[in-house]
């Protein structure tokens, strides 16, 4: 009984043929050089060619059948320099919380269409939040983490210098989004403070200090040893919808090296 490798059926046209191994690669053996030479440099064409546009397409951010322009949220996370959207030129700028909040931002505020950061300093982190167009910066004052470098404010950005608990919503009207990164621990009354907060906005995004211990000196905390359980204190009735805990990589023994990062959307028909 003859092998299968020793003979290989080929339908085509309608006629069946057997055709031997043997003689099949006897006409590969016979075959023009030059055809074989041209056929193996126009592949290898083809396939530079279409790995260069698979490259340019992951450049873009965009697939192969899209023909037509980025949305204003696809262009701002493929410019956001995710592993460093700190505060240029400081030791915060590589700090792994910043991705965690961009990353809610983008997953919870992809439709807002105004943005509110408490607290920000002169290099503001809804900077990145490109897709937004209206942008508001609030702060009893600007932060300078750098004296002498360039303020990262762009024009497009709208600066209030005011203490938080006394500014008003313009028009009296909640923000889509809102983000407040490792300020609560720094007021008086974290309960009210927070509460402003969430009533403030549609989403919150809000960053404080997981368990650091109690600190002294340059830190300037009124709160210390935050819990989970002491942010649900502050925001009660308001639940986050989604909470997590970032850990920085760092060589220290301290345990100074944790954020939590909680999400809290508010109902429509709740208070402003």
Request: glycine share 6%.
């Amino acid at each position: 009984m003859p092998s299968a490798s020793n003979n290989v059926t080929v339908t085509g046209c309608g006629n069946d043929s057997s055709i031997k191994g043997g003689e099949s690669r006897h006409a590969r053996k016979n075959a023009n050089p030059r055809i074989t030479t041209v056929l193996a440099i126009a592949t290898l064409l083809v396939f530079f060619s279409f790995s260069t546009k698979m490259m340019k397409v992951a450049q873009e951010g965009q697939k192969p059948s899209e023909g037509k322009e980025r949305s204003p949220l696809s262009y701002a996370v493929a410019n956001a320099p995710v592993g460093s959207l700190g505060p240029k030129d400081t030791d915060r700028l590589h700090l792994r919380y910043y991705d965690s909040l961009f990353y809610a931002a983008m997953q919870f505020g992809s439709k807002a269409k105004s943005i509110i950061e408490v607290g920000c300093g002169y290099d503001p982190f809804l900077k990145y939040m490109t897709w937004i167009p209206e942008k508001l910066c609030v702060a009893p004052y600007f932060a300078d983490y750098v004296k002498g470098k360039e303020n990262h404010i762009g024009a497009d950005i709208e600066q209030v210098t005011a203490d938080f608990m006394d500014f008003k919503l313009p028009n009296d009207r909640a923000f889509d989004l809102l983000i407040c990164s490792q300020v609560i621990e720094h007021v008086e009354n974290p309960k009210d403070f927070m509460q402003k907060l969430i009533r403030s906005a549609r989403i919150s995004i809000i960053s404080v200090p997981y368990q650091w211990k109690t600190c002294v000196g340059k830190c300037g905390h009124k709160s210390h040893e935050i819990s989970y359980n002491k942010t649900l204190e502050w925001s009660y009735p308001y639940v986050p919808i989604v909470s997590t805990i970032v850990k920085e990589k760092s060589d220290r023994s301290s345990t100074n090296n944790r954020r939590i990062v909680l999400v809290f959307e508010r109902d429509d028909d709740d208070d402003a």
